[in-house]
């Protein structure tokens, strides 16, 4: 049987595009407010680790130099970003293929648990003693609000606990990344914001905007985005391999091995959604392969985030449009590498 499963998804996977469709959210938070550009107080979050991937503590204002469009700018550095109040949407695909996400819940599974278990405990561990208000996302080929901003971490562990598969077709994940966008313009504007998104690498569905132009409403914001991501059908051969006995994936013939390895690599090819936007905005894109590796993700973005340096600086009057960010270091570790948001958008528009 699982080697018909997985041959039968191989061969899908190849020759059957997804198709789009369905109906949008109705009930979307307004659009927020674009500022003028003398009002734009752009934050910058500023990763700084070196080739091994360890974070590089330390700095000071004078190890950074800021510039847009090639030109320095005077800014200011927050050296203790567990200080920060922060506003934290979690978007959580429940349609599609994320019905892997939510296998056996409550019961014992393939890889030490349902993948999602345990995602409102994780949430609140980073949370930590920050002043936090958090809300609930959930998506397939519709989004919807599961729970509006709250200070309250026992409602969004209840929530997140008990999300389930919707059965639906859809993963709209750049319909969700917008819906984010706009649902923190309700937020209380004081606060850093940032989305964990948690879907597929691929978007299906979304009808409510096209990845160019969501682009550019992020870069006139200041929201972080981390993509925590995985790739159906490598979980599910992850899976259906682990919950096999040795003898029967010995007897997985060599036809279905070599389709299955096509597959991923056409899969890996596909264009990844949400991956610029989290870049782009200085977060980054995780993959996860069960839950061991889900669960390990969220304990390396709290201790990230904790480790952040945390740039801002008043836009320059300079012209509307994109405008490019360079954070660079001076006095700092020859292999330090800098991770932050690559511009922001100003707009002419009256505040």
Not at 42 to 59: A, D, R, Y
Request: net charge negative; hydrophobic share 40%.
């Amino acid at each position: 049987m699982a080697r018909k499963i997985l041959l039968t998804a191989a061969i899908i996977s190849l020759c059957v595009p997804w198709l789009h469709g369905g109906e949008a959210e109705e009930n979307v938070p307004a659009e927020p407010m674009v500022f003028h550009v003398k009002s734009i107080d752009v934050l910058v979050p500023t990763l700084v680790t070196n080739k091994s991937g360890e974070i590089v503590h330390g700095l000071k204002p004078e190890n950074f130099i800021v510039r847009v469009d090639g030109k320095e700018q005077p800014f200011n550095l927050n050296e203790s970003p567990d200080s920060e109040k922060i506003s934290i949407i979690v978007a959580v695909q429940v349609g599609g293929s994320a019905y892997l996400l939510f296998e056996n819940r409550r019961k014992e599974a393939w890889d030490s648990g349902c993948i999602l278990d345990g995602l409102g405990t994780m949430v609140e561990n980073f949370v930590g003693a920050m002043d936090a208000e958090i809300a609930v996302v959930a998506f397939d080929s519709r989004v919807s609000l599961v729970q509006d901003f709250t200070g309250n971490l026992s409602i969004v562990k209840e929530k997140l606990n008990t999300l389930e598969g919707s059965g639906d077709s859809g993963a709209a994940v750049l319909d969700a990344v917008d819906y984010a966008f706009r649902l923190f313009g309700e937020s209380k504007p004081e606060r850093r914001h940032i989305l964990f998104l948690i879907s597929e690498t691929r978007d299906h569905k979304s009808k409510t905007v096209k990845a160019e132009a969501l682009d550019e409403k992020l870069a006139a914001g200041n929201i972080q985005i981390h993509s925590i991501a995985f790739k159906p059908l490598q979980l599910e051969v992850l899976r259906d391999l682990k919950s096999n006995k040795p003898a029967q994936r010995d007897n997985i013939s060599q036809l279905e091995m070599i389709i299955i390895g096509v597959t991923i690599g056409v899969n890996a090819l596909a264009k990844n959604a949400p991956r610029p936007l989290a870049e782009n905005m200085g977060g980054e894109q995780i993959l996860f392969f069960g839950k061991n590796s889900f669960d390990s993700t969220f304990a390396n973005l709290a201790n990230q985030f904790r480790n952040t340096y945390l740039i801002s600086f008043q836009a320059p009057d300079t012209d509307p449009g994109f405008h490019k960010i360079q954070i660079r270091l001076r006095n700092a570790p020859k292999d330090a590498i800098v991770r932050s948001r690559s511009g922001y958008m100003a707009d002419s528009k009256k505040e």
